[in-house]
């Protein structure tokens, strides 16, 4: 009799173990090093400026441009890690951000250094796709809103890292220095993860069960559970549903009756999400030089206000599990509109920076644990793309939001650009709340297609 290797279950029942350590470490550090790269932008732009190497226009054009390179990367993520897997897709765009990173630092002039942008942000949307859906692949349902928190830190310390690294570079070596550091980290990153396995969930749902199983031994082994030896009499042989599994599913099925409120909802959380970060984040250096502080001022409350990228996803790491993913989402989602709300009241140096520290936690809270939650509004076998559309909407969208903030902090002061940040988070957590999307492998099996319902056998009780 054919083993069915039945990869959701074992997964999900496994203790966490030195695989689980391993793998958080090396997805981490994928995290760290796009967060770096990604983040750096806010204090090389705001450096850019008294030297004349940039104006505002070009830093609009510069970020529009990582956003579109993002976009692509999170479309081209989700096709290529649901059609060829999850490892090779992981490891192409480390090594392509990597590489473009290093190169970026001897762009001549500013429309290089934007095109050189655009191609190395193609390879940063993908990692963000990829990380955290491996979460997703390999770690117990019961374990991974920690997980996703852990995640958030490591991306956490890219962003505040990225900030204070900024503080102390530019002004000594120049903002070419902070391109080196990220590409040749990212570039280590890639050399210490060419060894992680394939997800044992997509392997299973592609009809490549022998390998799905030798995937699943080891990862047992590592964390002291035995295999099973017969397959489980409640599953269907596997050469009953060989061919079924080995079917690729056309990104279409996003679209269809059963699954199009789960897409539009995940475009909803990611939208905003991202927004919400990329405006709090983006744009504070700038927001103080034009206030009337020094570059070395204003990166050093960017790096003190950037730590709560550090608090946030740590309040998840802890919390999450016992809360729950649904209710981090409506806490998180709710505190950042409400200090969004009275940041641009906070006129002494020390609020300023409580304040900004909380709002940045909060919002780092909301986009660790939105991105890491609407991977499960998806089966394994169009996980990816469901989480990669999402994700490419979302940075379509920020393509014009340079330009949205630039015109709203022209007429409007801080006041409107933060108010408006406030009032995204207000809808996206009412959406949230109402929407109660059930992600349980029991609702999953409803959409799967043919034959991926043997990887929806978890605890039906369970929510997102």
Same mark, same amino acid.
């Given at each position: 009799?054919?083993?069915?290797?039945?990869?959701?279950?074992?997964?999900?029942?496994?203790?966490?173990?030195?695989?689980?350590?391993?793998?958080?470490?090396?997805?981490?550090?994928?995290?760290?090093?796009?967060?770096?790269?990604?983040?750096?932008?806010?204090?090389?732009?705001?450096?850019?400026?008294? !030297?004349? #190497?940039?104006?505002?226009?070009?830093?609009?054009?510069?970020?529009?441009?990582?956003?579109? *390179?993002? %976009?692509?990367?999170?479309?081209?993520?989700?096709?290529?890690?649901?059609?060829?897997?999850?490892?090779?897709? #992981?490891? #192409?765009?480390?090594?392509?951000?990597?590489?473009?990173?290093?190169?970026?630092?001897?762009?001549?002039?500013?429309?290089?250094? =934007?095109?050189?942008?655009?191609?190395?942000?193609?390879?940063?949307?993908?990692?963000?796709? +990829?990380?955290?859906?491996?979460?997703?692949?390999?770690?117990?349902?019961?374990?991974?809103?920690?997980?996703?928190?852990?995640?958030?830190?490591?991306?956490?310390?890219?962003?505040?890292?990225?900030?204070?690294?900024?503080?102390?570079?530019?002004?000594?070596?120049?903002?070419?220095?902070?391109?080196?550091?990220?590409?040749?980290?990212?570039?280590?990153?890639?050399?210490?993860?060419?060894?992680?396995?394939?997800?044992?969930?997509?392997?299973?749902?592609?009809?490549?069960?022998?390998?799905?199983? %030798?995937?699943?031994?080891?990862?047992?082994?590592?964390?002291?559970?035995?295999?099973?030896?017969?397959?489980?009499?409640? +599953?269907?042989?596997?050469?009953?549903?060989?061919?079924?599994?080995?079917?690729?599913?056309?990104?279409?099925?996003?679209?269809?009756?059963?699954?199009?409120?789960?897409?539009?909802?995940?475009?909803?959380?990611?939208?905003?999400?991202?927004? *919400?970060?990329?405006?709090?984040?983006?744009?504070?250096?700038?927001?103080?030089?034009?206030?009337?502080?020094?570059?070395?001022?204003?990166?050093?409350?960017?790096?003190?206000?950037?730590?709560?990228?550090?608090?946030?996803?740590?309040?998840?790491?802890?919390?999450?599990?016992?809360?729950?993913?649904?209710?981090?989402?409506?806490?998180?989602?709710?505190?950042?509109?409400?200090?969004?709300?009275?940041?641009?009241?906070?006129?002494?140096?020390?609020?300023?920076?409580?304040?900004?520290?909380?709002?940045?936690?909060?919002?780092?809270?909301?986009?660790?644990?939105?991105?890491?939650?609407?991977?499960? #509004?998806?089966?394994?076998?169009?996980?990816?793309?469901?989480?990669?559309?999402?994700?490419?909407?979302?940075?379509?969208?920020?393509? %014009?939001?340079?330009?949205?903030?630039?015109?709203?902090?022209?007429?409007?002061?801080?006041?409107?650009? =933060?108010? !408006?940040?406030?009032?995204?988070?207000?809808?996206? !957590?009412?959406?949230?709340?109402?929407?109660?999307?059930?992600?349980?492998?029991?609702?999953?099996?409803?959409?799967?297609?043919?034959?991926?319902?043997?990887?929806?056998?978890?605890?039906?009780?369970?929510?997102?």
């Amino acid at each position: 009799m054919t083993v069915h290797v039945n990869a959701s279950q074992r997964l999900d029942n496994l203790p966490i173990g030195k695989f689980h350590r391993r793998m958080a470490l090396l997805v981490g550090l994928g995290l760290f090093f796009d967060s770096f790269d990604n983040t750096l932008s806010s204090a090389v732009l705001a450096s850019m400026l008294p !030297t004349g #190497f940039s104006t505002l226009e070009l830093n609009s054009l510069f970020l529009s441009a990582t956003f579109a *390179g993002l %976009a692509i990367g999170a479309a081209f993520s989700g096709w290529l890690s649901d059609r060829i897997g999850r490892g090779f897709a #992981f490891q #192409f765009n480390l090594a392509l951000f990597g590489i473009l990173a290093v190169a970026a630092a001897f762009a001549p002039n500013m429309e290089v250094l =934007i095109a050189l942008r655009f191609l190395m942000a193609v390879g940063m949307g993908a990692e963000y796709v +990829i990380c955290y859906g491996m979460i997703t692949e390999f770690f117990p349902r019961s374990h991974r809103g920690r997980y996703l928190g852990l995640l958030g830190i490591f991306g956490g310390f890219g962003v505040s890292l990225s900030s204070l690294v900024g503080f102390w570079v530019i002004p000594a070596f120049s903002w070419r220095a902070m391109f080196i550091i990220g590409g040749v980290g990212a570039l280590i990153a890639w050399w210490l993860r060419r060894s992680m396995p394939e997800s044992p969930r997509w392997l299973e749902s592609r009809g490549r069960h022998e390998e799905a199983e %030798a995937v699943l031994q080891k990862i047992e082994r590592e964390s002291g559970v035995q295999s099973p030896k017969t397959s489980p009499p409640a +599953i269907a042989s596997v050469a009953a549903t060989k061919d079924q599994q080995a079917e690729y599913v056309p990104i279409t099925v996003l679209f269809s009756s059963s699954v199009i409120r789960r897409t539009l909802l995940a475009l909803v959380l990611t939208v905003i999400c991202l927004f *919400g970060s990329y405006s709090v984040t983006g744009w504070m250096p700038t927001f103080f030089v034009k206030q009337g502080m020094t570059v070395t001022s204003s990166l050093g409350f960017n790096a003190a206000i950037m730590s709560g990228y550090v608090a946030g996803p740590l309040l998840c790491m802890l919390l999450a599990d016992r809360l729950g993913r649904r209710r981090s989402i409506v806490l998180s989602g709710t505190l950042a509109a409400v200090f969004a709300g009275i940041y641009p009241f906070m006129t002494e140096p020390a609020l300023i920076i409580a304040v900004g520290f909380i709002l940045v936690a909060m919002a780092a809270s909301f986009l660790t644990m939105c991105l890491g939650t609407v991977p499960e #509004f998806f089966p394994t076998a169009f996980r990816f793309r469901g989480g990669g559309l999402a994700q490419t909407v979302g940075r379509i969208c920020l393509i %014009a939001s340079p330009f949205i903030v630039l015109w709203l902090f022209t007429n409007f002061g801080i006041f409107g650009v =933060i108010l !408006t940040v406030s009032g995204f988070y207000v809808a996206a !957590t009412t959406i949230f709340a109402a929407a109660r999307i059930d992600t349980s492998d029991d609702a999953l099996a409803q959409i799967a297609p043919a034959g991926d319902h043997a990887n929806a056998l978890e605890d039906p009780k369970a929510r997102a």
